[in-house]
T-cell receptor
């Protein structure tokens, strides 16, 4: 757990600024996407999800944007706070009723919030 | 509180030894999963189960075994055949195991080789 995150791309953001974390996915058949937040030594926490019939979805302080044309997903965090410091993962899946959810995870981006 | 409990948080394995990681959930979820996490990499699926007494191999099942005798429990055994077992192991569950479900994760077990 403590070693998770070595060699990850890192985004440094000042407290109060907006953060944008990007993710490129590979499977053009993927139609369900999730963002997770993982703090050091802990399991991933769900942040927000989006289906491919949408290109934008908003939550509390977070927005996910989906561009299926270029297979790109982004997570925007408004007014970034120190508690947002963590590793963020995107995950993709193909919705297929009857089969287990086999999410494919990206490698993650570390967000560092500076004071 | 409902959730997923993994134990132990830290585990050490000697050469040639099998070790078992515990995962219990009280969310009444049908599906459970085991993922492995290495530094700088995303999560990789080891095994998953959609129903009691049934489970399927994930992408990196070699050297691991599981059982699903109860809905609440999905233990993972790291066998001596797994030559590089050092990693952070995450257990997860979802309601039915459908492709549009989010996974709920436990807090993980860090396994190291002595």
């Amino acid at each position: 757990g403590e070693s998770v995150g070595l060699h990850l791309p890192t985004l440094s953001v000042q407290e109060g600024d907006n953060s944008i974390i990007n993710c490129a996915y590979s499977n053009s058949a993927s139609d369900y996407f999730i963002w997770y937040k993982q703090e050091s030594g802990k399991g991933p926490q769900f942040i927000i999800d989006i289906r491919s019939n949408m290109d934008k979805r908003q939550g509390q302080r977070v927005t996910v944007l989906l561009n299926k044309t270029v297979k790109h997903l982004s997570l925007q965090i408004a007014a970034t706070q120190p508690g947002d410091s963590a590793v963020y993962f995107c995950a993709e899946n193909v919705i297929n009723t009857g089969t287990a959810s086999k999410l494919t995870f990206g490698t993650g981006t570390r967000l560092q919030v500076t004071l | 509180d409902g959730g997923i409990t993994q134990s132990p948080k830290y585990l050490f394995r000697k050469e040639g030894q099998n070790v078992t990681l515990s995962c219990e959930q009280n969310l009444n979820h049908d599906a459970m999963y085991w993922y492995r996490q290495d530094p700088g990499q995303g999560l990789r699926l080891i095994y998953y189960s959609q129903i009691v007494n049934d489970f399927q191999k994930g992408d990196i099942a070699e050297g691991y075994s599981v059982s699903r005798e109860k809905k609440e429990s999905f233990p993972l055994t790291v066998t001596s055949a797994q030559k590089n077992p050092t990693a952070f192991y995450l257990c997860a569950s979802s309601i039915k195991g459908q492709g549009n479900e989010k996974l709920f994760f436990g807090s993980g077990t860090q396994l190291s080789v002595l």
